[in-house]
């Protein structure tokens, strides 16, 4: 299927600066509030992956011992 037989799709997105500027476009829709909230989320994602981490390594260290 060619592109012109894609209907609804954005090709200047799929590149890696159109994706970037949709990123900002997106963002700067958000609200304060929203913004706040996706940060808080960001964090304890990033917390929980680095205890998961944290996890693994000891797993893995007491398997070799």
């Given at each position: ?59 893995s260290k007491?398997?070799?011992?």
């Open positions: 299927m060619s592109r012109a037989e894609q209907p609804g799709v954005r090709w200047e997105l799929t590149t890696h600066e159109g994706n970037r500027r949709e990123q900002l476009r997106r963002a700067r829709k958000l609200t304060l509030r929203e913004r706040l909230q996706a940060v808080e989320e960001m964090a304890e994602l990033s917390e929980r992956l680095r205890r998961a981490r944290e996890r693994k390594t000891s797993n007491g398997r070799t011992e």
